[in-house]
Every structure is written in structure tokens, then in C-alpha cells.
């Protein structure tokens, strides 16, 4: 299938079938790829949450007002942004850095002062935007390659993200839910799947300077 036919074939699942479960070996290529979505200096300040528990995902649904996609989905995947992004994760990623490319130590000091000085600058309402910005560029990554695996899924906003943090015990985790994808198989009676999708002609939405 071309990407843009599974784009086309993807849709917000509002109806999962909580009898269908996806492989972990597909969970496992999405996580893969997720793991590849570009971000900000590449400092990843974010973490894949896989949830695969279902008293855990009964007790999502209130926290979700009221939406069930969270209890039938096969798992529900949970973007977090995390919250200890300081000078010493930024020396640890250049550590890394320099490491699986070979370099010397401190081939990139300069780089990393440059990114200490950044973060340092943000206050730390800045600092929860920025990370939820890379957030949800991941998510893109996420619904691309659902769509290509033939896995449906539904980004959803509606939830509240403390109540989250509090129930997967995030904060331990030094995270911060900042969107849910829940994902599976889509239910023969979920009606929506047949709507026809509706988006802008490309002649509204691209603006072609020459």
C-alpha cells in the first residue's frame, strides 16, 4: 500500500474490538520507529509509555471522560514529556553522541554549551511547551506508521493528564502525559469508519512561493 493510500485508509477509531490484539513484534516496530521521529537538538525530552493492562485501562475510562477507546484498544500508547531535562540529561546525550560516532570526548563541548545555555534559558512553563512540542511530533510518527502496519489508532487530547500522571504513577517516572494513542483493530459496527474523510483542497492549504 502507497503512504498515501494507508494515510487515506487511517481514521480516529472510536470503536475498537476489544477481542483483536495487536503482536507485540508490530508494537515493538511502531516503538521502533517512534524511537526515529527527529527533535529538538535530538535530545528526545519525551518517553513512550506502553500500557497493556486491563484493570489499568478500565480505570482510564473516567480519567478519559467517559471515552471507551482507552479500555477495548489492544494497548494504549501514552506520550509523556519528561520532566528532568537539565545540563546533566544534555551532557549524558553528547556523551552519547561522541561515543556511537567515535569521537573524543569533548569533540562536542562547544555543541553541548549551546544546548546547556538553551534549556537553562527556558522557564519551566517553557520548558513543559517545548517538550510537548517534540511530543507531538512523535505523535505524527506514531499515526504515520499505524497507518502504514494497517494498525488503527485515535490520538486523543480529551483526557486529564494529572489524574494520568497519578493513576501509571508517571511522576516516578520524572514524566508528564501529554497525549494518548490508543491502538488496535477497529470494530466491524464502528460506524465512522465509512465516513468519507474530509480535508482542504491542496489548492487551500499549500501556498507555493516561486
Given amino acids: ?8 485508509w487511517r ?3 472510536k470503536k475498537f474490538d476489544p477481542n483483536k490484539q495487536v503482536d507485540e513484534t508490530i508494537v515493538d516496530e ?10 529538538s537538538y535530538g535530545l528526545q525530552p519525551f518517553k513512550m509509555v506502553v500500557l497493556k493492562n486491563q ?4 480505570q482510564l475510562i473516567t480519567s478519559s471522560y467517559g471515552q471507551r477507546q482507552v479500555a477495548d484498544a489492544s494497548h494504549v500508547l501514552i506520550i509523556a514529556a519528561r520532566t528532568n531535562v537539565d545540563a546533566d540529561y544534555v551532557r549524558e546525550y553528547v556523551a552519547m553522541v561522541e561515543s556511537q560516532r567515535g569521537l573524543a570526548a569533548g569533540t562536542m563541548e562547544e555543541y553541548c554549551q549551546v544546548m ?20 507531538y511530533i512523535a505523535l505524527g510518527t506514531v499515526m504515520a506508521a499505524c497507518a502504514t502496519l494497517q494498525v488503527d489508532a485515535c490520538p486523543m487530547e480529551g483526557f486529564v493528564p494529572q489524574e494520568y500522571n497519578e493513576i501509571l504513577k508517571l511522576e516516578q517516572h520524572n514524566l508528564h502525559a501529554v497525549v494518548v494513542i ?9 460506524a465512522t469508519q465509512h465516513n468519507q474523510k474530509v480535508r482542504r483542497p491542496i489548492s487551500d492549504m499549500v501556498v507555493r512561493i516561486q
Fill in 1 to 8: 500500500m502507497k503512504f498515501s493510500d494507508a494515510m487515506r
Fill in 11 to 13: 481514521y480516529a477509531t
Fill in 30 to 39: 511502531l516503538l521502533d520507529i517512534t524511537n526515529l521521529t527527529p527533535t
Fill in 55 to 58: 484493570d489499568i485501562q478500565d
Fill in 116 to 135: 546547556t545555555g538553551s534549556i537553562k534559558r527556558m522557564s519551566p512553563e517553557a520548558m513543559e511547551h517545548w517538550a510537548a512540542k517534540q511530543a
Fill in 182 to 190: 490508543p491502538i488496535g483493530y477497529r470494530a466491524e459496527d464502528d
